[in-house]
């Protein structure tokens, strides 16, 4: 518990003090102060990075649950049990690879000369090679195939949990695919959905490595700053404030969320 | 309004299994009709293959002269009633029952109210805003009759649904069923392997055994004319002597077992030198200390005598071998006989029939 506790204690300590030459630290101007948390609401380009970082983060995350609710459907509801595992398997394989190396795949599969685009022009869909990897493309599909199985779990998880009568009754009641899933299977499934949203939505906004990688020079991801202030910059008082206000910000961003979707956190646990 | 449902030589394989063996019969618009039989015997695959989830692999099924292949759940004129409900646990009440009505797009006030009136059609008042966890297992079981009745079905299906609840209310619910039956007189189509059920509350039965209908008729037919020894034993109890047909004269005759020769009826298609058994109700035989004047006998000594309250159960060995049962009305001067004494285990001539065993699958 102190372990994993006091690193945190030490980064929040760090985050109220200034940043000082090693000859004024303990001296007359070594006193707590909130500048440090000011300083990403003066800089606007840290906060512009900051916004984006939040607003990419949902997408993704809404991207994660759009792919990841059929297939948890299929898995949990029409597959046979048998194949299921099969499939839930090829899911897994991939997981298995570490991060940085999956990142670098998707980096030369969607590179201007990669296969992405040899097939493509390959089979004529297009003519020339497009540039996949300007803006936040490349962020974002890297953090959706990241992320996907913490998506695909809860949901998945959920699902199965439900009574496959009741999907029959509403049908049964006359009620079309889409309703039956509006007003009993996602209902039921609410719980994973949201835990699912969150741990993707926090893992997003928190990823390091696939934004440094497929990341474009345009678009910066705000750890990639908070990293900054602690390497480049040696700053370890700012970055500490930094990373606390996206912990908090995130959290708060969650909460408003849970808040719109009427979603209460005892479902999350579950 | 009520729509009658024929199943036209139907027949269901699953795999190399065949759960229905050409099952052929037509349920009259307005018509109580139930599917008794041991579990396995492919009364739920009648009903999903009704109620569309399932299309018959042979034969057909058509719905007020329709034929139903191709159409889907949510198109048919039927609305299932499932052995476990399947209520929406997530709604209160009266969503449960006008879900359907919210699927035909009928407004918010109009449900409310339509869902108000079903409630009082099963005496469920102010339930509406209750969730489904709040209720008792009857209760439960009344909504789930309300939101199938809330889509005005044709045809009404229920899978066993009185299984999950108590001995008292199960008996309730049964003549309550029968009530809503005959007022709303949507045919209903019932699936069970209660016996008691089956008969209680519908106009005809039909006994399944392996995919294979045994027998369709009314509750009092299926009992006192059984057209074989499947149907026989399945409803009610029976002693049952195995044996030969030795005499065969318009319907009556004489069979041979290993506990002695005695006259009966000749069930269907039961001609002489048949090997076949003979069925004989425990109401329809009579415990004397001597022979008595009916055409059969045996020597039998009560080994238990068990009492039930309106009836009492006196179970037999055969001197010879065999165990029997006798049941005799309850009579409050009656003496029960005591364990170990010797007594005759007689019947008339029309008491017992011959019975061939169960109708097999084709192949």
């Known amino acids: 518990m102190i372990l994993v506790t006091l690193p945190y204690f030490l980064m929040f300590e760090f985050s109220l003090h200034p940043y000082l030459t090693v000859d004024k630290i303990g001296g007359p101007e070594d006193a707590y102060t909130l500048k440090n948390y000011v300083t990403l609401f003066n800089n606007t380009i840290h906060f512009g990075v900051f916004l984006r970082t939040i607003l990419a983060s949902a997408f993704v995350t809404l991207l994660c649950l759009v792919l990841c609710y059929p297939m948890a459907f299929f898995l949990a509801k029409i597959v046979a049990p048998k194949n299921a595992a099969t499939l839930f398997l090829l899911l897994l394989i991939p997981f298995w690879v570490n991060e940085i190396l999956r990142s670098f795949a998707w980096f030369i599969i969607l590179s201007y000369q990669g296969p992405l685009n040899a097939a493509l022009v390959g089979i004529g869909l297009i003519e020339r090679p497009i540039r996949w990897l300007t803006g936040p493309n490349g962020v974002i599909v890297g953090l959706v195939y990241t992320y996907l199985l913490f998506m695909l779990l809860p949901i998945y998880n959920s699902i199965q949990s439900l009574d496959s009568n009741q999907i029959e009754a509403a049908e049964d009641l006359g009620s079309p695919l889409w309703r039956t899933h509006w007003r009993v299977v996602m209902p039921h499934a609410k719980p994973g959905i949201a835990s699912g949203c969150v ?72 | ?61 058509r719905i007020g002269g329709r034929d139903m292949r191709g159409t ?44 108000e009136e079903l409630l009082r059609l099963v005496a469920l008042h102010n339930a509406a805003d209750k969730t489904v966890g709040q209720l008792s297992g009857g209760q439960k079981q009344r909504v789930a009759i309300a939101r199938a009745l809330a889509v005005e079905p044709k045809v009404m299906l229920l899978d066993e649904p009185l299984s999950a ?42 006994i399944m055994s392996h995919g294979v209908l045994q027998q369709v008729g009314t509750p009092q037919k299926i009992y006192n004319h059984p057209a074989n020894g499947f149907v026989a034993s399945f409803v009610g109890e029976n002693n049952v002597f195995p044996g030969r047909v030795i005499a065969s004269d318009r319907g009556a005759g004489r ?109």
């Open chain 2, 255 to 363: 069979i041979e077992t290993a506990f002695g020769t005695f006259h009966a009826r000749l069930g269907p298609a039961i001609s002489q030198g048949m090997m076949a058994k003979l069925y004989v109700r425990p109401e329809h035989t009579i415990l004397g200390a001597d022979p008595g004047g009916e055409a059969n006998a045996l020597p039998v000594e009560v080994s238990e005598v068990a009492f039930e309250g309106n009836f009492v159960n006196v179970h037999a060995r055969g001197e010879v071998g065999g165990a029997y049962m006798a049941q005799v009305r309850n009579e409050p001067s009656m003496a029960l006989p005591d364990v170990g004494r010797r007594l005759h285990l007689s019947f008339g001539r029309d008491a017992g029939v011959v019975l061939a065993d169960e109708a097999a699958p084709r192949h």
């Open chain 1, 199 to 270: 741990m993707v939505f926090m893992l997003s906004a928190g990823s390091i490595i696939v934004p440094s990688l497929l990341g474009s020079p345009g678009t910066r991801w705000f750890t990639e700053i908070i990293q900054q202030w602690f390497f480049e910059g040696q700053d370890w008082n700012q970055g500490s404030a930094y990373a606390f206000l996206l912990l908090i910000m995130c959290t708060g961003f969650v909460m408003l969320m849970m808040r719109l979707l009427r979603v209460r956190l005892a479902d999350i646990a579950k």
């Open chain 2, 1 to 61: 309004m009520s729509e009658d449902v024929q199943l036209d030589k139907v027949c269901m394989d699953f795999g190399s299994f065949r759960a229905v063996d050409n099952v052929d019969v037509t349920i009259q618009a307005g018509e109580f009709f139930s599917f008794l039989g041991p579990s396995g015997c492919g009364k739920t695959t009648i009903l999903r293959m009704v109620s569309g989830f399932i299309d018959p692999t042979e034969g057909a099924v």
């Open chain 2, 165 to 206: 609840l108590d001995l008292k209310l199960r008996q309730h619910m049964r003549s309550e069923l029968r009530t809503i039956q005959k007022r709303t007189n949507v045919t209903f189509i019932y699936i069970t392997h209660d016996q008691g059920e089956a008969l209680a509350m519908s106009d005809r039965v039909g």
């Open chain 2, 72 to 115: 889907r759940p949510n198109q048919r004129p039927t609305a299932l009633i499932f052995q476990n409900l399947a209520l929406f646990p997530l709604m209160p009440v009266w969503e449960n029952i006008a879900f359907g009505l919210e699927v035909r797009g009928v407004d918010r006030a109009t449900r409310r109210q339509r869902a």
